[in-house]
């Protein structure tokens, strides 16, 4: 695509429609047109920006919404995205239900499979994503297809379907062609291949000048190719621009492996104090990162044991499960890791750090057999598993 699009005038735009319509948006007699533009706007800009605490401002609004308007799909629709987003699982199915004729539209059964993904039924989200698509073909869905293919493994089938997806999208969705071309980046960065998500990660930075997305991206592979020192400038940018806490994560990772130990605990201690201020509202989408920061910086296998049960009651699928796994074993239980990264293994997905936490529990356990199959796994998949990796 030739086409080029920029950030920051498509979230001026965003911004400049919350101001026109937010001053008389729930003003009776309440304007149902105005109203839902609002919210969708409202929730616009939290993931333009990023700021995934914003999406309170966004429940409140679209509660209002409903509230004057009834169960519309529409909104339905929005408010089972913003659930499934925070990791409400339970609540974006209730939503689905609520939404009259929802669970019967296009939209519906997408974020239908999205749950099953979630939920760790994989052969039913991809049934769903192909369901869906014979009857209504569309860029996202075809990239969700595309990730659920990956991560069963079939590489060149996910790419050709992350190919399709950019096929659909037209000129004026130039952020979505960006996503796809971060997706594909994605996709070679987890295969050992960083000169090639370099490539589609410069596709994405030209289609759609500004993104933080994008930045995000680099600086990670900067730090998967040693070049910490750049790496570290960029999450410094990064963070200086937008306020998501996992970042300052990165960052602090990153010092620790520059041997710059002071500058890695203030940005883990901030980090930390972030996550932990998000759950106190009441929020549950830190939970996984709590569990990385315990387990890895911390090195407290206990709390992060408490943390990885939470996630995993919600999520049971194999991200979350490896992550108990990994927390079992930080805590020295051996037998209770080995139990549990198999099921997450159960799942059939091909991961190298799946494969490389399965490995070293396995070798704790005294299962030498498994832990060296398990090692060459991870090493077949990315030779470059052992670098270094942001926490998404």
């Not at 401002?57 to 408010?79: C, F, M, Q, R, S």
């Not at 399709?164 to 004026?172: F, L, V």
């Not at 998000?278 to 989408?285: F, P, Q, Y």
């Amino acid at each position: 695509m030739s086409a080029q699009t920029d950030y920051h005038a498509e979230l001026d735009r965003v911004v400049a429609d919350i101001a026109e319509l937010a001053e008389a948006a729930f003003s009776p007699p309440l304007n149902a047109d105005r109203a839902t533009r609002l919210v969708y706007r409202l929730y616009q800009r939290a993931v333009l920006t990023g700021d995934l605490e914003a999406l309170d401002e966004v429940a409140v609004a679209l509660g209002k919404a409903i509230e004057g308007l009834g169960p519309a799909p529409d909104l339905y629709l929005l408010k089972a995205n913003l659930d499934f987003k925070l990791h409400r699982l339970a609540e974006a199915r209730r939503d689905l239900e609520a939404g009259s004729g929802l669970l019967a539209s296009a939209e519906g059964e997408t974020l239908a499979a999205d749950l099953d993904l979630q939920e760790g039924r994989y052969l039913a989200a991809r049934k769903g994503y192909e369901r869906v698509i014979a009857r209504s073909r569309s860029w996202d869905r075809l990239a969700r297809l595309a990730h659920v293919t990956a991560v069963m493994g079939d590489i060149e089938a996910a790419d050709g379907l992350y190919v399709e997806a950019e096929d659909e999208i037209t000129a004026k969705q130039m952020r979505a062609y960006a996503w796809v071309e971060l997706q594909r980046g994605l996709l070679d960065l987890a295969h050992g291949r960083p000169d090639e998500a370099g490539g589609h990660y410069d596709l994405a930075a030209r289609a759609y000048s500004g993104y933080w997305l994008v930045d995000e991206h680099v600086a990670e592979l900067l730090g998967v190719r040693g070049q910490l020192a750049e790496a570290a400038a960029l999450y410094e940018s990064l963070i200086a621009r937008t306020s998501r806490p996992e970042l300052r994560q990165a960052l602090g990772d990153l010092y620790a492996l520059m041997g710059q130990p002071e500058r890695a605990r203030r940005c883990h201690t901030t980090a930390l104090s972030a996550y932990l201020q998000s759950v106190r509202r009441g929020h549950v989408h830190y939970y996984h990162h709590l569990v990385d920061y315990y387990v890895d910086v911390a090195m407290d296998g206990r709390e992060a044991l408490a943390w990885a049960e939470k996630d995993t009651a919600r999520r049971p699928n194999f991200t979350t499960q490896a992550a108990l796994a990994w927390s079992l074993h930080r805590d020295g239980q051996a037998e209770a890791a080995v139990a549990m990264i198999r099921k997450a293994l159960a799942s059939g997905v091909q991961d190298a750090r799946l494969f490389a936490q399965a490995a070293a529990i396995h070798r704790a356990a005294g299962h030498g057999v498994e832990a060296a199959r398990y090692a060459e796994a991870a090493r077949r998949i990315n030779p470059l598993h052992e670098g270094f990796h942001a926490h998404h």
